[in-house]
């Protein structure tokens, strides 16, 4: 079972990018999944979650406006839009899966809910 993170990289501030995740293995069609970010010498935090059917998503309020969560369960894979970036964004950003349901934004946010994480991509924002 592997969650593969790709699609990071350097961009301009105010620029975009796209974040994929693809699972093999097995499908993940029926797990809620999130998009998790992290820095030196700070706790991995929370960016955004959305439910197994793709239906509801969670953002965090630093995010919130400027990236989306998507997930294509036909193709095994989730997504992470990020567009208006800026320098604080910058971060290695993890893609993880739950095999636990729970609704809510901080059944999204405690990284201790999450059972499967990929190997993490560098987004670098430049100002």
């Known amino acids: 079972v592997q969650l593969q993170a790709s699609g990071g990289g350097l961009v301009q501030a105010g620029g975009s990018l796209r974040l994929s995740c693809a699972a093999s293995?097995?499908?993940?069609?029926?797990?809620?999944m999130g998009w998790l970010r992290q820095t030196p010498g700070k706790e991995r935090e929370f960016v955004a979650g959305?439910?197994?059917?793709?239906?509801?998503?969670y953002y965090a309020a630093t995010v919130k406006g400027r990236f989306t969560i998507s997930k294509d369960n036909a193709k095994n894979t989730m997504y992470l839009q990020m567009n208006s970036l800026k320098p604080e964004d910058t971060a290695v950003y993890y893609c993880?899966?739950?095999?636990?349901?729970?609704?809510?934004?901080?059944?999204?946010?405690?990284?201790?809910?999450?059972?499967?994480w990929g190997q993490g991509t560098q987004v670098t924002v430049s100002s």
């Open positions: 993880a899966a739950k095999e636990d349901y729970c609704s809510g934004y901080w059944c999204y946010a405690r990284n201790d809910l999450y059972d499967y």
């Open positions: 293995g097995r499908t993940f069609s029926n797990n809620d």
């Open positions: 959305i439910d197994w059917s793709g239906t509801r998503t």
